[in-house]
């Protein structure tokens, strides 16, 4: 123990005071006064040894009250434990998470994980001297990291809210300050020892974990159309990802999409812990105009997620491009039929490669002689992005079909069947491949299939859509990155097969079109960065800035205008999950629906002992603090570093002596 004013002690010497007066007082007798000895007041008989015993209680209370007394203005204190750390405080950098994972409930208190970090770091605020500055970080970088005083401090702290961006204390460790407070949630998917790195080692870090009451969270992942293609009035399967990353299961969750503000699907889902679930949703589109929709459950207390936002945006024709052999065409008329098609036929010398390049999907109907040009054309669409559907020619391989199959990496080749070789039935399709989802009003699984030579054979495909009653693959279709390859083992003529009289080749061709189709704009994106690709238009290509508006918000991103396509840098400084409107001078482009990361939605975090773990024992400036209130992290810290001052203690005491004095003197 040390006295941070030792002089004081020197008036210990006033102990002699009470002890004097004690001494005479023994010596002095009482002389008592009376009348007559029976008008003497009947009182209480007190022994000598009583008596004693009272006064030395007395002159003890005295002692220790003028002993404590003296030892308050003497200020005792407990040397810190960490006394080669320097303990300037001068400048202090308190780095707080209000990042969106904050909005669980803590531990122990019905309070937000933001409000419990928000009184903690007030605390921490009154720990420093008053001269001291402090520098606030955020998530969101409220305030710059200017240095303010307590007093500003706390005023900023009152109006901090929750933001859409990750937590990362980089920034704070960056200006090295004394001490550097770090307060938050310490997400597992998000915090990294790594950041701790660059810390000097002359800068004491302070980890001070907030524990929440659960981890369990309901987030939407994302959500995708079964067809891309958007047939307005026709019924649409939206597929929405849901993930529960709880620990136990939760049954009968409420999920509802909304189409204009207007309620068009709902259903309950069962979601296993800590596993993606699938929810298929159908809705009916209108014609037009682009719909805004969003898919909506109910989740507490974390709610960030609980919404996604989405776009439909009306679909272009699809673009089919038929190269073949013959002047006129067998697909002219069955895809003429149909107003959202555009067909276009070339014949195999005589081919637009632009057109080409721009379509949905390219069909190589029974090109006998695949040019090199062609089969390098074609290749180099499909790793693009495009689908490709071969329907082989009659007979051998008399072209670059050898060369296509291997840079496409196509496990096929030719049997060399003729029109006179065997046909086989086909397998009745699986109703359940999503590829014939929607396509049977009334599945048949005794229906007369057609019969087909097998004039290429392959293994190992991505799907295989169609078969041969003996398990082989008839039509089949080939992952390629981004891009599609669509096989068929005969070719459509009557001589090798049935086909092309079946009912079934109408919609097989139509489901070739249809999921080969890529919407332009994608269904929604995600805030934060990253880059939008949208088709630039004749009004796309004016001059002018473009810009993003969400009701009085409005960002000018960074753009581009390059190889006929509109390239958009999401700014970002914007964070508010919604709809947005791209305009160009005033006029509306699009309309794109933003949303929010999903690395706020894990809320498993690491504990205090979790974390000692991680940073390991050759960071002795990284200090781990366990939970508790705030006055716990404060008297930690306080013993740490400024030692533990004991002249409360003393001046409590000094009043309890007093006190006891009086009692004795007016009860015994």
């Given at each position: 123990m040390a006295f941070l004013f030792p002089s004081f002690l020197f008036a210990l010497a006033a102990v002699a005071v009470p002890i004097i007066l004690h001494l005479v007082q023994l010596r002095r007798a009482k002389r008592v006064m009376f009348s007559n000895v029976r008008f003497i007041q009947v009182s209480k008989d007190l022994t000598a040894s009583q008596r004693n015993l009272k006064e030395l209680l007395i002159l003890l209370s005295r002692i220790l009250f003028i002993t404590f007394l003296v030892l308050a203005f003497a200020q005792p204190f407990l040397p810190a434990s960490d006394a080669?750390?320097?303990?300037?405080?001068?400048?202090?950098?308190?780095?707080?998470?209000?990042?969106?994972?904050?909005?669980?409930?803590?531990?122990?208190?019905d309070l937000?994980?933001?409000?419990?970090?928000?009184?903690?770091?007030?605390?921490?605020?009154?720990?420093?001297p008053a001269s001291s500055s402090f520098r606030l970080f955020t998530t969101d970088n409220l305030?710059?990291?200017a240095s303010v005083q307590e007093g500003e401090a706390a005023a900023i702290l009152n109006q901090l809210d929750f933001s859409a961006k990750r937590f990362t204390p980089s920034q704070a460790l960056r200006s090295q300050p004394n001490h550097v407070f770090i307060l938050s949630d310490f997400q597992k998917n998000s915090f990294s020892a790594a950041v701790l790195d660059a810390v000097d080692s002359l800068t004491q870090v302070h980890l001070v974990p907030i524990a929440a009451a659960s981890i369990a969270n309901i987030t939407i992942d994302s959500v995708y159309l079964e067809d891309e293609f958007i047939r307005f009035g026709a019924e649409t399967r939206l597929h929405v990802l849901l993930t529960n990353t709880g620990d136990e299961a939760v049954e009968d969750v409420p999920v509802k999409l909304f189409m204009q503000e207007q309620q068009a699907s709902a259903l309950s889902i069962d979601l296993p812990a800590r596993q993606s679930t699938a929810a298929v949703m159908s809705f009916r589109a209108s014609a037009g105009r682009a719909t805004k929709a969003y898919v909506q459950v109910e989740d507490y207390p974390v709610e960030f997620d609980n919404t996604y936002y989405f776009v439909l945006a009306p679909s272009a024709p699809i673009k089919v491009v038929e190269v073949i052999d013959q002047q006129s065409s067998s697909l002219q008329r069955l895809y003429g039929n149909e107003p959202f098609f555009r067909f276009t036929s070339f014949r195999s010398g005589s081919i637009d490669y632009a057109t080409l390049a721009a379509a949905d999907i390219v069909i190589l109907n029974g090109v006998e002689s695949l040019s090199a040009a062609l089969a390098a054309t074609a290749a180099n669409y499909v790793k693009a992005g495009g689908s490709l559907s071969i329907i082989p020619p009659a007979g051998q391989d008399k072209g670059g079909y050898a060369t296509l199959f291997q840079s496409l990496s196509l496990p096929a080749y030719f049997t060399g069947a003729g029109a006179d070789a065997a046909k086989t039935s086909l397998a009745t399709p699986d109703p359940n491949n999503p590829f014939f989802r929607s396509i049977f009003s009334d599945f048949d699984a005794e229906m007369q299939m057609p019969t087909a030579a097998r004039s290429i054979a392959w293994t190992r495909a991505s799907d295989d859509i169609l078969k041969y009653r003996g398990g082989a693959p008839f039509l089949s279709r080939f992952d390629r990155g981004s891009g599609y390859v669509y096989l068929m083992a005969a070719p459509l003529q009557e001589d090798y097969s049935t086909l092309p009289n079946h009912a079934l080749l109408v919609p097989i061709m139509y489901r070739l079109a249809i999921s080969s189709y890529k919407q332009a704009q994608q269904l929604a994106y995600t805030l934060g960065g990253g880059t939008i690709q949208l088709p630039a238009s004749e009004q796309t290509r004016q001059e002018g800035v473009y810009e993003l508006r969400k009701d009085t918000l409005s960002f000018i991103p960074e753009q581009q205008v390059r190889g006929g396509r509109l390239y958009i840098n999401v700014p970002p400084d914007m964070s508010e999950a919604g709809f947005y409107t791209l305009q160009l001078q005033d006029s509306a482009v699009a309309t794109l629906a933003f949303n929010y990361g999903k690395e706020e939605s894990y809320l498993e975090q690491y504990s205090p002992d979790e974390l000692r773990a991680l940073l390991g024992n050759d960071r002795p400036n990284v200090h781990v603090y366990d939970y508790g209130d705030a006055f716990s992290v404060k008297g930690e810290f306080e013993k740490r570093y400024f030692g533990v001052k004991l002249w409360k203690y003393c001046l409590i005491l000094c009043l309890f002596f007093l006190m006891a004095e009086i009692a004795l003197i007016r009860f015994l």
């Open positions: 080669v750390v320097p303990t300037d405080g001068s400048d202090v950098g308190i780095t707080l998470d209000n990042s969106f994972s904050m909005q669980n409930l803590h531990q122990e208190e937000t994980l933001l409000n419990v970090a928000t009184d903690k770091a007030r605390v921490v605020a009154d720990l420093f305030n710059h990291g």
